[in-house]
């Protein structure tokens, strides 16, 4: 059989077939090499096509998306870093002043409450919630408030105010939620890590998302709501700083705001505060908030029990006048 082939191979007719043959071979690898450069032309085309359409090469930027739960595509200008504030600043710094209302419980006190003053009844919140509105107020979240005073970021229609809440009682979740979302208005929760579990009345962490995700700002009174005043360096480090990158990671938000446990604060506290970074702090001292303000010792009006939607709103306008918060606090 290889003695017929080889004869064949020899023979004129067998060279024509195997110079066709390498004819072929040689129009084969011509067509390959056409086909490999026409594609690569078509990949190119296709990328310099989708540079063009993604603005790519192009002076003009792009709007970026912030991470965080309310993060939006937005101007960069408009906000503290870190802030999940949206909106357009108008280069004018707002100048109105904002109450702050402090809240911890909503729910009824329970018999031999040591604090009873400290729960607000769920119906009591509402009809006060009720009545802000009506009066004109609209709750918005200290980010959107140091937004409209520092870079004039337009606030929603309304009087601007801040309903903040402590320590992270499951209550909040239970009974503030519903009456705020119902009014389209957002909280501010102050939580502490440790120290309220759910059996104890505390939110559980799928609550704290829940906030989040209805739009709330959370930030926080540190790890396990100490007096502050009274730690070491280190431990002070580890309840202001260590509680904001916590929940950071855990939550995926800013945590620009501190709320001093129990209003105790002096100068060593304040500094340890900046150093974590905070855009500012809360203090229990009555008064309005406003841009002139220190943003480290901010004013808050304590809600108690048994105050009514009147009284509320009375009081509101007799604390207006804001007073300086002295360099040390116990409230």
Not at 268 to 288: E, L, N, Q, R
């Amino acid at each position: 059989m290889d003695s017929d082939r080889l004869k064949i191979s020899k023979s004129p007719i067998g060279q024509r077939e195997a110079r066709r043959e390498a004819r072929r071979r040689e129009l084969a690898r011509r067509r390959r090499r056409t086909l490999a450069g026409l594609s690569l032309l078509l990949v190119v085309g296709a990328v310099a096509a989708v540079v063009l359409l993604s603005g790519g090469g192009s002076s003009t930027p792009t709007a970026h998306r912030v991470t965080g739960s309310r993060s939006t595509a937005r101007d960069s200008s408009t906000s503290t870093a870190g802030s999940t504030v949206t909106g357009t600043s108008t280069g004018r710094p707002g100048s109105e002043r904002v109450p702050i209302l402090m809240y911890h419980v909503i729910n009824p006190p329970p018999a031999g409450a040591p604090f009873p003053g400290l729960y607000v009844e769920p119906s009591e919140f509402a009809a006060q919630m009720r009545a802000l509105a009506k009066a004109g107020y609209h709750a918005i979240t200290q980010d959107q408030m140091w937004a409209y005073w520092k870079r004039g970021v337009a606030l929603p229609q309304g009087k601007p105010i801040v309903v903040s809440f402590d320590n992270g009682y499951q209550s909040q979740y239970t009974n503030a939620l519903p009456v705020l979302r119902g009014l389209g208005w957002v909280g501010d929760e102050n939580i502490q890590l440790t120290g309220l579990p759910p059996s104890q009345g505390g939110l559980s962490q799928a609550q704290i998302k829940g906030l989040v995700a209805a739009g709330w700002e959370l930030d926080t009174q540190g790890i396990s709501h100490a007096d502050l005043i009274t730690l070491n360096t280190t431990e002070l480090a580890e309840q202001v700083a260590s509680s904001r990158k916590t929940i950071q990671q855990r939550y995926g938000v800013p945590v620009n705001w501190f709320c001093y446990p129990s209003g105790h604060y002096n100068a060593t506290v304040i500094a340890a505060v900046k150093s974590a970074g905070y855009t500012g702090s809360t203090t229990v001292v009555p008064g309005w908030a406003g841009p002139e303000s220190d943003p480290y010792r901010l004013p808050r009006l304590r809600v108690l029990g048994g105050t009514s939607p009147e009284s509320l709103l009375s009081e509101l306008q007799a604390i207006r006048s804001d007073p300086a918060p002295p360099a040390s606090y116990s409230g």
